[in-house]
């Protein structure tokens, strides 16, 4: 069983800045894939950007690229997510994921948090 905790959301302008973190206990943290979902009021969840188990490959949708980095650190079983130029558009739960590859992340998840909100104000 794998436990993920995210942290790091809140209230930001827009144009501005946050990093959300997600700490993995449970399992084997460096050997899978990790990613980031959202999910918009009225909307259905949405992936976001994944990472490979040893950080070397990363996959984003059009709309956050240049602006989201994700990272990770295995030693430290978290994985990061820094949000530059932060837009309306974002405003949602981010949700942290865990699967297999970084290939399948987008269609199959074996492992989400609990989420944690993004609001941007503008």
């Known amino acids: 069983q794998v436990q993920l905790v995210e942290s790091g959301g809140g209230l930001v302008q827009a144009g501005g800045s946050l990093r959300l973190s997600c700490a993995a206990s449970?399992?084997?943290?460096?050997?899978?894939?990790m990613g980031w979902f959202r999910q918009a009021p009225g909307k259905e969840r949405e992936f976001v950007t994944a990472i490979s188990w040893g950080g070397g490959r990363t996959d984003y949708i059009d709309s956050v690229k240049g602006r989201f980095t994700i990272s990770r650190d295995n030693a430290k079983n978290t994985m990061y997510l820094q949000m530059n130029n932060l837009k309306l558009e974002d405003t949602a739960v981010y949700y942290c994921?865990?699967?297999?590859?970084?290939?399948?992340?987008?269609?199959?998840?074996?492992?989400w948090g609990e989420g944690t909100l993004v609001t941007v104000s503008s």
């Open positions: 994921a865990l699967g297999q590859t970084i290939a399948t992340m987008r269609g199959r998840v074996d492992y």
């Open positions: 449970g399992r084997t943290f460096s050997t899978y894939a």
